[in-house]
C-alpha cells in the first residue's frame, strides 16, 4: 500500500484558529429599528448599518410626538399655554410648567412671594426625583431587569402621591401659574413628605444594592455611549450627560433662579462620560434633591400660611368669595378668564435646569394677550443629536442603554 | 449702539462695528441685531474671542414677523461655559430668497435645529450639509410654524416608507 493519498496532507489544516484569520465576504447590514420598538422608552426610529454586530452608523429620526405645541401656543392666551407645557416633558412636567411661567414672568417683570418660590423649588425638585427614577428604572427594564424597575417605579408613585397632594394631578400636573403656584402646601403634607422621603431613600438603597455592583450592568453601562466634555459642549449637550462627562455645569448653580442661592446642595460629576457615569450622576441627583426637598419642607414650615400668588392686577385672580358678591371682581373674573394678562411687548429667554439639561423658553410678546412666539429649548432633543456619535463602532446592544441614559421624553423633544 | 453693560457686547462692538445693526439689552439679555450676510463671521468671532468664548450654541430657532420686512428673524442663543455669560444674536431674513448660511461648521449642535427651522418655517440655510425636514415627513405641504399657514389646515395622511 502506498501512503495516504497526497491531497489529504497537502491540504491545509482546518481548525477554529484559522476560521478566525480567514477573510470573509460579508456586508453592511440596513436595520430599521422602532419607531415603536419594545426595547426603547420613546417614539423614535433608528435606521442602523450594520457590520455583523457592530454600528458603523446610525441615523435618528424624530418627530412621531410632533403635535404643534408651538403653534398652539401662538393661537391662545398666555395662560392657556401651561398645560401644553405639562405636556412636554411628562415625567417632570412641574419643571416644563415653571420653566414657562418664569418666561412670561420676565417679560411681565413679576416678583413672586418667598413661599411661592420654595413651593417652586419643592415640587421641581420633586419631579426631577420622578424623572430620575424614570430613567434609572426603566434602563434597567430595557436590560431585561424587573426588579429595580419595580423599586424606581414603586418610589416615582410616593413622588407622584404628594404631587397629587400638592395640585390634585399625578402626571399633568399644571401646577405652577403665573406670578405663583396653584396652591399652598396642604396641612399634611409636610408630615407625608417626610416619611415618602424616607421610604424613598430605603427603596433607593434598594436599588443600589440591585444595581450598582451588579456584573452585567457595570459590563453593559461602563466604557459604552461615551460622549467626551469637548463633544458635549460643542453639541450644546447639558443636564446629567454633561456632568457625567465631567463638566460641573448645572444652571441651578450658574444662574441661580428661585431661591437655589439660599440652599445646600451639591452638583455631581463623573469622570469619563458613559453610561456608567451617568448612571451614578442620576442617583447622586436624587439624593441631593431630596436634600432640597427637606430643606424646602424645613423652611415652608416656618413661613407658615399665607398668599402664594404675587398681588398684581395683570395675573392676579380675585378671591372666589367676592367674585359672586362685587361687580368689581366680577369684571376682573371674568377679564383674566376670557382675555388673560396682556404681556408686554418684547423678547425675553429664561433657563431653567431641568431633569434632562437646560430647558429654555424664548417668548416674543407684541404686547397682545396672545403669545407672538413660544419657543421652548428641549433639551432631550439637543442631546439625542449626538446619539451616532455616542454608539458608532459599539455593538448593536449597547444603543439600548445609550439611548435610555440620553432619556429621550418623546412630548419634550417632538413638541 | 451701547455696549449695556456686557463684555461680550462691547467686544462685538469694538471688533464689527459695520456688521452690528443694533443693540439692546432688555430685561436683561444681551442682544445684538447683525447683518445677515455677516452673521457666520460674527459667530465665528464670539466663539473664537478670548473674552467672548462662547463655546455653546444652546439654541437656534427663528421668529415670523408677518407684514415686516424682511419678514424673518434668525436668533442665536450663545453661551460660554467658561464665563457663564449669554449673548443673543439676531438676523433679519427676507421672504424671497428665504435663506442665511449655515452655522453647522461652528457648531454642530446648529444641525438638527437648523433642520427644524427649515421645516417649520422654511428658511434655508446655505452650506448645510444634509437640509431635510427633522420633526415632519417630506410629503408635508408648507411650513407649519408661518403665521400665514393656518391651524387647522389639514394634511394627507402616508403611510410608512423604508
Known amino acids: 500500500m502506498s501512503s495516504e493519498p497526497t491531497f489529504l496532507t497537502e491540504r491545509p489544516r482546518e481548525g477554529p484558529e484559522d476560521d478566525l484569520e480567514r477573510d470573509l465576504h460579508t456586508e453592511h447590514q440596513i436595520l430599521n429599528m422602532g419607531p415603536s420598538h419594545p426595547a426603547t422608552h420613546g417614539t423614535v426610529k433608528f435606521t442602523v448599518e450594520l457590520d455583523g454586530e457592530t454600528v458603523v452608523d446610525l441615523d435618528v429620526a424624530v418627530g412621531y410626538l410632533h403635535r404643534g405645541f408651538e403653534k398652539e401656543c401662538e393661537a391662545g392666551t398666555w395662560y392657556q399655554a401651561i398645560p401644553y407645557t405639562d405636556r412636554l416633558n411628562y415625567n417632570s412636567s412641574i419643571l416644563s410648567n415653571l420653566g414657562y411661567c418664569m418666561a412670561v414672568e420676565k417679560l411681565l417683570g413679576l416678583e413672586t412671594p418667598e413661599r411661592c418660590q420654595w ?38 408613585e410616593l413622588v407622584w402621591d404628594l404631587c397629587e397632594m400638592l395640585c390634585g ?247 | 449702539m451701547e455696549d449695556h453693560g456686557s463684555a461680550a457686547l462691547g467686544r462685538l462692538l469694538a471688533a464689527m462695528p459695520e456688521a452690528i445693526q443694533a443693540t439692546h439689552a432688555d430685561l436683561g439679555d444681551a442682544t445684538a441685531l447683525v447683518d445677515p450676510a455677516a452673521v457666520v463671521e460674527v459667530l465665528r468671532f464670539l466663539r473664537d474671542d478670548a473674552d467672548c468664548e462662547f463655546e455653546m450654541l444652546t439654541d437656534l430657532c427663528a421668529v415670523d414677523y408677518l407684514g415686516e420686512t424682511p419678514r424673518f428673524e434668525v436668533v442665536y442663543h450663545l453661551y460660554s461655559v467658561t464665563k457663564n455669560h449669554r449673548l443673543r444674536v439676531k438676523a433679519r431674513v427676507a421672504e424671497d430668497p428665504c435663506e442665511i448660511a449655515t452655522a453647522c461648521d461652528l457648531w454642530p449642535s446648529a444641525n438638527w435645529m437648523e433642520r427644524e427651522v427649515w421645516d417649520l418655517y422654511g428658511i434655508r440655510f446655505t452650506g448645510h450639509p444634509e437640509l431635510k425636514r427633522l420633526l415632519l415627513y417630506e410629503d408635508f405641504e408648507g411650513h407649519p410654524l408661518r403665521k400665514d399657514y393656518p391651524k387647522e389646515r389639514r394634511q394627507p395622511l402616508v403611510g410608512p416608507r423604508n
Not at chain 1, 286 to 309: A, F, K, T, Y
Not at chain 1, 383 to 398: I, T
Open chain 1, 119 to 156: 413651593l417652586r423649588v419643592m415640587s421641581s425638585e420633586l419631579s426631577r426625583v420622578a424623572d430620575h427614577l424614570t430613567r434609572c428604572g426603566a434602563a434597567c427594564l430595557e436590560m431585561q431587569a424587573m426588579t429595580p424597575f419595580i423599586y424606581g417605579i414603586e418610589a416615582r
Open chain 1, 169 to 415: 394631578a399625578r402626571l399633568t400636573s399644571n401646577y405652577i401659574r403665573i406670578g405663583g403656584v396653584k396652591h399652598g402646601m396642604p396641612k399634611d403634607f409636610a408630615r407625608t413628605a417626610r416619611a415618602n422621603i424616607a421610604t424613598i431613600r430605603t427603596l433607593l438603597a434598594d436599588f443600589d444594592k440591585v444595581v450598582t455592583r451588579n456584573r452585567i450592568f457595570v459590563d453593559r453601562l461602563k466604557g459604552t455611549g461615551i460622549l467626551s466634555k469637548e463633544e458635549c459642549i460643542r453639541y450644546a449637550v447639558t443636564g446629567p450627560l454633561l456632568r457625567a462627562a465631567g463638566v460641573p455645569l448645572d444652571v441651578r448653580k450658574a444662574e441661580p433662579y428661585l431661591v437655589y442661592d439660599q440652599i445646600d446642595f451639591d452638583v455631581p460629576i463623573g469622570e469619563v462620560g458613559d453610561n456608567y457615569d451617568r448612571y451614578l450622576v442620576c442617583v447622586e441627583e436624587m439624593h441631593q434633591s431630596l436634600r432640597i426637598v427637606e430643606q424646602c419642607l424645613e423652611r415652608l414650615e416656618d413661613l407658615g400660611d399665607g398668599p402664594v400668588n404675587v398681588d398684581d392686577p395683570r395675573v392676579r385672580w380675585p378671591a372666589k368669595g367676592r367674585v359672586f358678591n362685587h361687580m368689581e371682581e366680577l369684571i376682573q373674573q371674568f377679564k383674566a378668564v376670557t382675555e388673560g394678562p396682556r404681556v408686554p411687548a418684547g423678547e425675553g429667554y429664561l433657563a431653567i435646569e431641568s431633569a434632562n439639561g437646560e430647558l429654555g423658553f424664548y417668548l416674543v410678546s407684541d404686547g397682545s394677550a396672545v403669545p407672538w412666539k413660544v419657543r421652548c429649548r428641549p433639551p432631550s432633543l439637543i442631546n439625542l443629536a449626538p446619539l451616532p456619535l455616542m454608539v458608532r463602532g459599539a455593538l448593536l446592544a449597547d444603543i439600548i442603554p445609550t439611548f435610555d441614559f440620553v432619556n429621550m421624553i418623546g412630548g419634550e423633544c417632538d413638541r
